[in-house]
């Protein structure tokens, strides 16, 4: 198969470089809320979204994760990522939750995300499948135990511990068995995980569409990235469920960060169409963001630029392969995200 894919690949960057068609359309503005933005993830992208939280929790509401732990729990190190934060140990324990409760207050006095304050009355839920063996369900604990530090209103903090998943985004119908953990990363749980964290997180909802009327869109994530998305290992391409209501009147925003392996360029758009979201988002004008990683395993050069980056399995940035500030609204890639919602809730036709 890789040597057939092989034949066809200088026919395809020929047609590309020469057919508009293979041109990246723009992300429309469509004046979304900038006050009702929410966020969720699963695996490495469930660490993003508590990144994405933490860093600007003055302005989002709340955050869904699906096998993912605390903020700051790999503290910039590749192997603390990879065991203590996924499969802690006597060897390679979690780190204390308060050790990053103090980081997380630390960095907010310096400026470099937003007051923790707001983490009082952001809304969480959390999820982890009883046969994940990727993300122990401890990590996700932790993740409970970070944020039940900033005393949230009874009822806020929900963690979900007794499904028999393996490490997948969890669905009512879409995906493998249960219990699996190999791509797409989709289970079909008879659990209805992105109808559940919506409803928490944003509150009561209309009926999920029986189908879907909104498009879905692809659009060029380069010009959030300062024009090199491939630098910080992002996809030239990121997607957007747009409900058809959301075309005229003002509609909330919620990112859903895919896990590694799970990007388009690994899965295709099994997260995009698959994961659940898009239909809860018909009936409740809410806009979802799909922002794309790629998968990259050293040096690489494009337009013009060297860059080096290892992320053989594009995960999302959760222990600095990108700069040191990756936890931080300053980081490359929480910076390219908010830029990207920033654009969302801009006036229309911009």
């Known amino acids: 198969m890789a040597r057939s894919v092989l034949r066809w690949l200088p026919s ?3 047609v590309c470089a ?4 293979c041109a990246i359309d723009p992300l429309p503005a469509y004046g979304a809320d900038p006050a009702e933005v929410s966020v969720s993830g699963v695996s490495s992208g469930g660490f993003m979204a508590v990144q994405f939280h933490v860093a600007h929790s003055g302005r989002v509401k709340g955050v869904g994760v699906v096998a993912g732990g605390p903020y700051y729990c790999a503290q910039g190190s ?8 996924s499969t802690p140990s006597a060897s390679a324990p979690l780190p204390s939750v308060a050790l990053l409760k103090a980081e997380a207050d630390a960095l907010a006095r310096a400026r470099l995300i937003d007051p923790t304050d707001g983490l009082a009355a952001a809304r969480v839920w959390l999820f982890s499948g009883t046969r994940d063996r990727t993300v122990d369900p401890a990590v996700v604990d932790a993740a409970r135990q970070f944020y039940a530090l900033y005393k949230p209103p009874a009822g806020n903090l ?16 879409a995906g493998g068995a249960c219990g699996t953990t190999a791509p797409p990363y989709i289970n079909d749980c008879d659990y209805d ?5 919506l409803g928490h997180v944003l509150g009561a909802l209309e009926p999920p569409a029986a189908k879907e009327t909104g498009r879905i869109i692809r659009f060029d994530q380069r010009p959030f990235a300062d024009g090199d998305a491939y630098a ?3 996809a030239d391409s990121g997607y957007a469920f747009v409900p058809r209501a959301c075309e005229l009147e003002r509609c909330r925003v919620h990112v859903a960060f895919h896990g590694c392996r799970q990007s388009v360029q690994a899965v295709g758009e099994r997260f995009v169409r698959e994961a659940g979201y898009n239909r809860w988002a018909d009936a409740n004008r809410l ?3 799909y922002p794309q990683t790629i998968a990259r395993t050293g040096p690489g050069f494009q337009g013009g630029r060297w860059s080096f980056v290892f992320n053989p399995r594009g995960c999302w940035d959760w222990w600095g392969y990108t700069d040191a500030r990756y936890h931080t609204s300053a980081g490359r890639q929480i910076r390219t995200v908010t830029a990207m919602v920033d654009h969302l809730a801009a006036p229309r036709g911009r």
């Open 12 to 14: 395809v960057f020929l």
């Open 18 to 21: 020469c057919a508009p068609a």
């Open 287 to 289: 806009i979802v963001l």
């Open 193 to 197: 995980a992105a109808g559940e964290l």
């Open 78 to 85: 590749v192997w603390m990522a990879y065991y203590n934060c």
């Open 158 to 173: 929900v963690r979900v511990a007794d499904r028999p998943a393996g490490h997948a985004m969890v669905t009512e119908s």
């Open 232 to 234: 910080i290992s992002l």
